[in-house]
């Protein structure tokens, strides 16, 4: 099994171990975290954040990093490494700014769009600069990964 756990850039600095912690902790059946790199080496802070805390548990993950050409420069380049990344995932796990969820644009909304498109289960989650998490929205038709949700009436301290 190949989980995506992404972030937005906008999120607040810092709160990935606090949201991950029991989520990788859960996922003993996972083989590989998949997550977003860039083109050049520096990831963002959300995916390094878990990056580290994969190490930390013995857990397997990928860096997925867009491959520009001619054919693909840029920012298509980018959306052909989410497609992938969708169509090679169980489930995807997306955290989003306040900001990402209500504009319904930018990278991380994108994954969301891949796999609602493509019928994989997702669980989305915004956070607030207060660490407050509030479930955005999940398509898991069949609940087969319930027991990754995040319980969101738990604030998550600063």
């Not at 190949?2 to 996972?30: C, T, Y």
């Not at 590989?32 to 548990?57: H, K, P, W, Y």
Request: glycine fraction near 6%; aromatic fraction near 8%; charge should be negative.
């Amino acid at each position: 099994m190949k989980v995506i756990i992404a972030g937005s850039r906008r999120l607040p600095r810092g709160e990935a171990p606090r949201l991950l912690i029991s989520i990788l902790s859960a996922l003993f059946d996972v083989d590989t975290v998949l997550l977003r790199g860039r083109a050049s080496m520096t990831a963002g802070q959300f995916e390094r954040d878990i990056a580290n805390l994969c190490d930390f548990l013995s857990q397997p993950f990928e860096w997925c990093r867009p491959e520009p050409s001619e054919e693909n420069p840029g920012r298509v380049s980018v959306y052909i490494r989410d497609m992938e990344m969708v169509e090679q995932c169980d489930l995807a796990i997306l955290f989003f700014s306040p900001g990402d969820a209500e504009d319904g644009y930018s990278g991380t909304y994108h994954l969301l769009d891949k796999c609602l498109d493509i019928g994989r289960p997702v669980h989305a989650y915004t956070v607030n600069d207060k660490g407050e998490v509030a479930r955005f929205g999940d398509y898991d038709p069949d609940h087969q990964f319930d027991h990754l949700a995040l319980d969101t009436r738990v604030r998550i301290e600063t």
